[in-house]
């Protein structure tokens, strides 16, 4: 999915950027399997680069800027589609993912069982 | 599930509560269907009271209080599993939804589709 400039800057004027550096939440959803690969953060560019160029792009909270999933590793996400929640300050985005969403080599970042041990 | 204090314990001293109010995100999938009902946050409290009762509790960044979802509405989530991310701020719950997530009357909060127009 892609939309224009306009578009994209329409749906990021109706956001509520209430978390940590100005973000929504972004959570990622494998459009076919339903697993939840990740959870991320954009602010208002990163969302209007993903709206506009069908690739996920994020807020990096450490890094303090801007990056495209897979920018480095080929592990990009392409943006099937998007869903705003209730209060605007959070965002499902369903993905096609290619190769793995976590940095180690998991299909998807909640890899970690919580359990009785 | 549920989980010992102990337990419960032992996981809340691995996150990191690196978000708004000292929370970590908590996503909220449908246990059965795999749908993505809402996004919420957590304090380690509530994350306690959550892993402990079975029964999910939230931080409210609004009322600044902690609550369990359905408290007032009856439409209570039973925690079936629970996953941490790889970097420990984000956790992804599987519950079972009693009624529906949004409190706009929807099943799930992310009930408005980002389209061309």
């Not at 303090?64 to 080929?74: A, D, F, L, P, V």
């Amino acid at each position: 999915m892609k939309l224009s400039l306009e578009e994209a800057e329409r749906i990021a004027d109706r956001l509520w950027y209430r978390n940590v550096d100005g973000t929504v939440v972004a959570v990622v959803q494998d459009a076919e399997t339903k697993e939840v690969l990740m959870v991320a953060y954009m602010n208002r560019e990163a969302l209007i680069r993903t709206l506009t160029t069908g690739r996920m792009h994020y807020w990096s909270l450490s890094r303090r800027r801007i990056w495209m999933k897979g920018e480095t590793s080929g592990n990009v996400q392409d943006l099937v589609k998007a869903y705003v929640d209730c209060d605007g300050d959070a965002v499902l985005f369903l993905v096609r993912q290619h190769g793995v969403a976590c940095h180690e080599g998991f299909k998807s970042c909640f890899h970690n069982e919580v359990k009785s041990e």
